[in-house]
């Protein structure tokens, strides 16, 4: 069922009639109105809100309640104490809005909400404890409040993972109406279908010329009217968002007017920036001269977060190195038993601002593997300038299964050590990869190479040279230790499951 102007209307399960006069107090006469939130995002919210209160509970009455036995074991299950960690914890949960809507399920900002909200919470108790004289508050400081994280951050991801589970069978996606021009679009759309975890899906375009030309859709989308008339179809639609991308039309008289006329209607107005790939804590909005301004930082590669990145790598490089010192001997004897030649690889590999240095892996070829490059090139499956093959004879068989979980990588660790690599950073080319680099491109050796990174946990081996390119450029350009964290976490799961490797 369409309505007068062609946009497909919802379904009034999806989107049911509003409840109060907000959602339409701006709405011209006649035209309907749609509340902004589907049914599942409130479902999904209160989810994860009992989930983080029945953690911080658990956590106070189980971790608290063995605390405050080692203390005194007559001690009730209940303590002034507990009451008063749970309400700080509750509160600094609260005040840190972990729960806002627009945050949940999607990127960094997640989980980055979340350790803001329990390092709040352990400095308010432990000042609280020598404001007041509270004895013995440190061993709720450092083992409850710690312990506690350790439960709400996995049930995080595991409700995260169902979402996403979901978005990808087409479930719990956000009806979005993009408008610009064609080439913008198209990109848009594209983005969104490879990124169904965002929960973003396009139903509607709106062009400079509407279907004056004679174009009904782009990349299989309707279009459905002008610019211009951007927010009747948006009001009439219900979408949940309305991205603006760039085209000549928008000025910041037009977007003003658009924002103004979008209001009460409660659909989300997203303006992409001509910065497509700068995002994240390089982006700040500021207001100088009554005029709202982007300003983009320069990339950050020194300071003190740099200074913790790499005392993180080196302290995790020599921990994971002690744990895995069995695997390691494991593997070096069944490449031994397996075929003749050395156990380890070394190879040339160019690093932070274009130094070479030799990196370290198990030896997963044949020897001389290397020579055999130019008789199997016809045969390259790789991407660009990479040269990789699914099924390369050059493989051993124990070679095989130590790709397909990357364990032949493990001796990098030891390269991370030693400081030429880190945990997570942008591939490590070869000198004659970064010999052809285009200027653009050569910005991936701004930063050390690392032992995994964002083209790990999005495909490995199968992604194609220009998105394995933009995702390190990415890295290179939005860094953070939150981003370091999610993509170590996210590594275990491409790692176990084998994606893309080869």
């Known amino acids: 069922m369409r309505d007068q102007v062609g946009l497909p209307r919802r379904r009034a399960s999806l989107w049911p009639a509003p409840t109060g006069a907000r959602h339409g107090a701006n709405l011209p006469a006649g035209e309907p109105s749609y509340p902004p939130v589907a049914g599942w995002e409130p479902r999904y919210r209160t989810g994860v809100l009992l989930s983080d209160l029945f953690s911080v509970l658990f956590g106070v009455l189980v971790v608290g309640g063995f605390v405050a036995a080692r203390v005194d074991p007559a001690s009730p299950l209940v303590t002034p104490t507990g009451i008063v960690t749970f309400g700080v914890l509750v509160g600094s949960l609260t005040v840190n809005r972990v729960w806002n809507l627009a945050v949940l399920g999607q990127g960094a900002e997640e989980f980055r909400r979340l350790g803001r909200a329990f390092v709040a919470a352990a400095v308010v108790l432990a000042l609280g404890g020598l404001l007041f004289d509270i004895a013995r508050i440190r061993p709720w400081v450092f083992m409850v409040v710690p312990a506690t994280a350790l439960l709400v951050f996995p049930m995080r991801y595991v409700l995260r993972q169902f979402l996403h589970r979901a978005r990808r069978e087409g479930r719990c996606l956000l009806p979005v109406m993009a408008a610009g021009n064609t080439e913008t679009i198209r990109d848009l759309i594209s983005r969104t279908r490879g990124a169904t975890h965002l929960g973003w899906r396009v139903d509607a375009v709106c062009t400079t010329d509407g279907l004056a030309d004679d174009v009904t859709e782009i990349d299989g989308v309707p279009v459905v009217g002008q610019l211009r008339d951007l927010a009747t179809h948006a ?38 920036p001509v910065l497509m790939e700068v995002a994240g804590p390089r982006l700040h909005v500021d207001a100088v001269l009554g ?130 690599m880190s945990l997570v950073g942008p591939r490590p080319p070869l000198p004659e990869e970064s010999a052809r680099y285009a200027p653009d491109v050569r910005r991936r050796l701004l930063v050390k190479p690392g032992l995994t990174g964002l083209w790990q946990v999005s495909g490995r081996s199968d992604l194609p040279w220009e998105e394995a390119v933009r995702l390190d450029l990415r890295y290179v350009e939005d860094w953070s230790l939150a981003l370091d964290a999610v993509i170590l976490w996210k590594t275990f799961r491409a790692v176990f499951t084998g994606q893309g490797a080869y």
Request: hydrophobic share 45%; glycine share 8%.
């Open 235 to 272: 009001r009439r639609g219900g979408y949940r968002i309305v991205a603006v991308t760039p085209d000549a039309y928008w000025t910041p008289k037009r977007l003003q007017q658009l924002a103004w006329k979008l209001e009460g209607s409660g659909a989300e107005m997203v303006v992409t």
């Open 291 to 420: 005029m709202p301004l982007l300003r983009v930082s320069a990339p950050s590669f020194t300071g003190v977060r740099r200074m913790v990145k790499d005392v993180f790598d080196k302290v995790g490089a020599f921990a994971l190195l002690t744990l895995l010192a069995p695997v390691m001997i494991a593997v070096s004897i069944a490449i031994a038993v397996d075929t003749r030649g050395p156990v380890f690889y070394k190879q040339r590999r160019v690093g932070k601002d274009g130094r070479e240095f030799t990196i370290v892996k198990f030896r997963t070829m044949v020897v001389n593997a290397h020579k055999m490059v130019s008789d199997l090139a016809e045969q390259n499956e790789g991407h660009g300038l990479l040269f990789k093959m699914k099924k390369d004879p050059r493989v051993t068989r124990v070679g095989a299964i130590l790709r397909r979980y990357s364990i032949d990588e493990l001796p990098q660790l030891f390269n991370v050590v030693a400081g030429p």
